[in-house]
């Protein structure tokens, strides 16, 4: 199938720390496309579960916290910032970043609940195309029909010290030594889920973005679309 008969999205997938949100923001303003950040959408919904008290092995429960949320992405203050995101009106965009909401999010990803209200959402957002779509399951599940597709790797190490650096530069303490094990973890618990595990889409692109600077993958992603 040509690109022309495919949805004008394009899906950056990987694991954690490989550079994913900062590629994908250059991507979509290189392309003048939207960047849709599918991890702070479940972190936004981790964080609204976590301060319900809600018991994530009571399905029952997860959808009726989840039945009336309220999600809305903001574009990122400046170049290099994350996207803001409100949850029921209220801004969280700092809330979600952090290590330990990074291991929520993986945690309820693997909910049905939560992906189907989640991945209906992307989807709905998607439907006018011109998107570049950042996550996990992108690609493989949220839009299969993607015209282009790119899954990004790097080493576990690498990655702690990418994003040792990113919470330094906020002002914040960082172990390597558990922020290195967080990451190992979560890698596995996104790729051994049952539900829309962490994998390459057959027909995605796959670059390791630990050889690479955050220009030359750009440029390959790029080169690739245009």
């Known amino acids: 199938m040509s690109d022309t008969c495919r949805e004008r999205i394009v899906t950056i997938d990987g694991p954690a720390g490989v550079g994913k949100s900062t590629i994908s923001r250059r991507v979509s303003t290189s392309l003048s496309f939207t960047y ?74 693997a909910l049905p609940a939560v992906r189907e209200k989640l991945t209906l959402m992307q989807q709905e957002i998607g439907m006018a195309g011109q998107i570049v779509a950042e996550g996990r399951d992108t690609g493989t599940v949220v839009f299969p029909g993607a015209a282009w597709k790119f899954y990004l790797d790097a080493a576990p190490r690498i990655r702690m010290q990418r994003r040792a650096e990113q919470l330094r530069s906020q002002g914040k303490l960082v172990n390597e030594d558990e922020l290195l094990t967080m990451i190992v973890k979560r890698d596995h618990d996104d790729q051994s889920r049952s539900i829309a595990p962490l994998c390459k889409a057959v027909d995605a692109v796959v670059i390791d973005t630990g050889l690479l600077s955050i220009d030359e993958v750009t440029e390959a992603l790029l080169s690739r679309i245009q």
């Not at 039945?67 to 803001?84: E, F, Q, T």
């Open 36 to 109: 849709l950040d599918t991890g702070a959408m479940y972190r936004a919904v981790g964080l609204k579960l976590k301060e319900a008290g809600v018991d994530l092995a009571d399905a029952g429960a997860v959808r009726d916290c989840l039945d009336a949320i309220s999600l809305k992405l903001l574009p990122a203050r400046a170049g290099n910032d994350d996207v803001g995101v409100l949850l029921d009106g209220r801004d969280v965009s700092q809330e979600i970043r952090s290590p330990e909401m990074s291991m929520i999010a993986s945690t309820v990803s």
